[in-house]
């Protein structure tokens, strides 16, 4: 593993405070790398987050040990590892051929063993605060979960009242009502399942999080969703794609209605793809650059969100194929202003390029990140705005409109996605500087040096950009 910076985990301001003047002088500036000629380059980034913490949760409810092939090692996959140990699951690291760590394998817990009271630290991992609560709901033994400063202002309160609804005690430890972190979850060792109506509104993860386990339930899991649209679908997609792989049976075909069969997870054996939302950067470079990027190992057929990447830099004036595994994006002669309805966690790399297109853009369908790792909206309008950017709020999302941008500090609000997206702006814009770079371990823990092997590459060299190599 690349020795990685070490992460200001909770101690970052956040966009409101940035208002108010405080910024918190104390986290270190990267100085984003500024591109004095197009990049050409060949880039591997490490394994998917959500489908790395997806099998993590599914190993542990398996029946029998499983392994993960080319996992993703970063902090939220940690806490994941930390928080299926802690509610007895057994985690080892063994070697494997992926290049960004070893592989895992994974031991299931054994719900009969009735187990002592346990801390679980979340960090600021919304899988983690989200998948792992009902988990703990189906083993006997308290759990008290907690995370971040700003992981207690995440939404959880449809978490809890599911596992409330399922007939499991969810409390605190000063008797408060619990509807955010932190919270302690007190399993029997047991959950009846049935039909359960949620609000999904806020997150898909709530979804996500109760199929997850809803097979071990004894009589499966009948999931509605009530409310205003679920967001992030193609998150879910992804769980019930997953499910179905480990021998889940998932009924999805009424909208809003997930119905998931009682019976065992089958363990497994599963090659985890490289994360395509954290590719978004580094392919967004060859539009901010008009150079060239191409990433090996494009899976033809995913579950990722990170695949509408094709798309996405299509509509902005890049030339994109896929071709023998191999997605090559090419800039153009300038980014092209675009309308984007939902696009999740793709939304600060999006958001940063159209900071840099010569025309407007609009962002819809993304009013719940405001609830993400930071308040996403208001902290890429105030760090887009700080450079010189048009930048606005709207009800749902963003509008972006051109302007020339100048040097500056980006604050990441402890984001490794604003992180990474004051490094686009950085290599078009002289004299940007990031704040706490290290916060990309969140999910990349190398993004630094796979940025600048990226800068450093010589395509006629014909190797690939990644950490560890700067070609
Ligand atoms: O299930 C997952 O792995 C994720 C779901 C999405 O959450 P939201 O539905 O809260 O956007 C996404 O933004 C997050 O990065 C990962
Ligand atoms: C929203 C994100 O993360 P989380 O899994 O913590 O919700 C993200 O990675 O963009």
Redesign the pocket.
Known sequence: MPGTPATHAGNSTQPGDLAQGTTDSALPLWPAPFAARPVDATVSVPGS??LT?RYLVLAALANGPSRLRAPLHSRDSALMIEALRSLGATVTEVPGDGHYGPDLEVTPIDPTTAASTTAIDCGLA??VMRFVPPIAALRQGVAVFDGDPHARKRPMGTIIEAIRALGVDVGTEDGRPATSLPFKVSGTGSVRGGHLVIDASA???FV?ALLLVGARFEEGLHLEHVGKPV??LD?INMTVAVLRGVGVHVDDSVPNHWRVAPGPIEAFDERIEQDLSNAGPFLAAALATKGTIRIPNWPSNTTQVGDLWRGILETMGATVTLADGTLTVTGGAEILGADFDET??LAPTVAALCALASGPSRLTGIA?LR??ETDRLAALVAEINRLGGDAEETSDGLVIRPAKLHAGVVHSYADHRMATAGAILGLAVEGVQVEDIATTSKTMPEFPQIWAAMLAADAAAGSTASAGSSN
Do not use: C, W
Request: glycine fraction near 12%.
């Open positions: 987050k959500s913490n919304g899988t997150s898909s993860q996500s967001p992030s998150h999740s966690e719940h609830g993400h």
